[in-house]
């Protein structure tokens, strides 16, 4: 009796305590399963989205690849983000496609040198998620997020094969870094690049990047302009025109001006004119290149230059000023803050694209871009350029030797102007 009385005891011990180890198990797992929630859920309210990278689309030129396309082939796109982050989605533009476009598959990678990628960084881009893709002609798509690490003052390459004939390709132009094709096949994996044989320029249907990144970032800075802006004569793979320079400084200093930079510059664009050749004017594509890029806050706009230098002339200045009026008011309609760059001297420019007419219609433009209080401030590249003894000219160190575009030292210049104006005096207009 006292035996079985033993046993039964021994067994309500064993049950109680394989009852409290289940409820000790639970409740750890719960709590386990709360720590990583809230590990998880602090991560991702750590973290946002901001437009990383942008090249703005152009037409195709009547020759070379743009004109021509791609028919079984990779290409490979370099490209340069002044911004680190945890993932990535990419946008693609076939806004001037003539019919549709299909991706077979495409991948982003962590660049070496020249057409090579680091091994074991590179990571496939997938749609809906799946790996092909196909863009409507006259439109464009964003691909799934994809887990990647961006590190800032390194290269991305973006490699596409391309399985049908695409006709005309959308792009962009004047990308100052040599992209690569292959001679045929899907190569979009390949570390080593030895398909590549043949470079080009121009980035072709990549037009923008958004990174998720740290709260921290302030917001975005994008620089619209023309030829100036997009780097003309800046040095080939050294990501040297202005806007980098100043997307650099900015990543050098304190939290509150670590802002991404995207560059929304166009060889030869206008105000007033839209150009096959040089893009649609800003006034256009302000919407599509400045105010949809995602976290945007402050716009850097410096164009007019053009609408005075390329035929048809412009020389009335109200009609420029005009422009620049429209455009101001549609950045403040979304609440963004606008700065404008004073237009810099041409003098020596050749081809009847430097006159005195020219020149007085510039004078009146910065006169009234200094002192009219229309932008919330006054970048005054005009003054950081031009040479103190013949202030119509730029500075000869400053000059690339077209006598309208800067050099590199120029060019790093006219983001030392933008640093100056913004974090050191902002919302503050230089003296005229």
């Not at 990278?53 to 791609?70: D, I, K, L």
């Not at 596409?160 to 690569?180: D, F, K, V």
């Not at 000023?321 to 950045?331: C, D, F, P």
């Not at 000869?396 to 309208?404: A, I, K, T």
Request: charged letters at 15%; aromatic letters at 10%.
């Amino acid at each position: 009796m006292k035996e079985r009385m033993r046993q039964a005891f021994t067994r309500r011990v064993k049950v109680t305590l394989l009852f409290f180890i289940v409820i000790v198990l639970a409740c750890t797992s719960i709590s386990i399963g709360k720590s990583n929630y809230s590990t998880h859920h602090n991560q991702s309210s750590h973290l946002k989205w901001v437009g990383g990278w942008e090249a703005s689309p152009q037409a195709p030129r009547p020759f070379g690849f743009s004109q021509q396309g791609f028919f079984h082939q990779t290409i490979r796109l370099v490209i340069h983000p002044h911004l680190s982050g945890e993932a990535v989605r990419l946008t693609f533009s076939n806004i001037f496609g003539q019919k549709p476009v299909t991706f077979g598959q495409v991948h982003i990678a962590i660049s070496s040198k020249g057409n090579r990628i680091i091994p074991g960084t590179d990571h496939p881009v997938t749609f809906a998620g799946h790996p092909s893709v196909t863009l409507p002609a006259g439109g464009q798509v964003k691909s799934d997020v994809i887990p990647f690490k961006v590190i800032n003052g390194r290269n991305l390459t973006v490699s596409i094969y391309i399985p049908e004939r695409t006709g005309p390709a959308t792009w962009h132009a004047l990308s100052n870094q040599i992209a690569y094709v292959s001679n045929s096949g899907n190569h979009a994996q390949e570390t080593s690049g030895t398909a590549y044989k043949t470079k080009l320029f121009g980035w072709y249907w990549l037009s923008g990047v958004d990174i998720q990144t740290a709260s921290s970032v302030p917001g975005v800075i994008v620089a619209l302009g023309d030829s100036i802006t997009d780097g003309l004569h800046s040095s080939i793979n050294s990501n040297h025109r202005w806007p980098d320079y100043f997307a650099e400084r900015l990543s050098q200093g304190p939290l509150d001006q670590q802002y991404s930079v995207l560059n929304a510059g166009i060889s030869g664009n206008r105000i007033l004119v839209n150009s096959l050749r040089n893009g649609v004017s800003a006034r256009t594509r302000l919407q599509r290149d400045v105010l949809s890029q995602t976290g945007v806050t402050d716009v850097i706009f410096l164009e007019g230059i053009n609408d005075i230098g390329k035929l048809p002339h412009t020389y009335d200045a109200n009609k420029i000023i005009a422009g620049m009026k429209t455009i101001i008011k549609q950045v403040h309609a979304k609440g963004l803050t606008i700065y404008g760059g004073t237009l810099t001297p041409f003098q020596g420019k050749i081809g009847g694209y430097y006159t005195e007419q020219g020149e007085r219609t510039r004078e009146q433009v910065n006169h009234w871009i200094r002192t009219s209080g229309a932008f919330d401030g006054v970048i005054d590249f005009d003054k950081a350029l031009r040479d103190p003894n013949h202030p119509h000219r730029l500075l000869s160190r400053y000059d690339s030797g077209d006598h309208l575009h800067p050099s590199d030292l120029g060019y790093q210049a006219m983001a030392n102007a933008a640093y100056l104006t913004l974090f050191d005096r902002k919302h503050h207009s230089p003296t005229p």
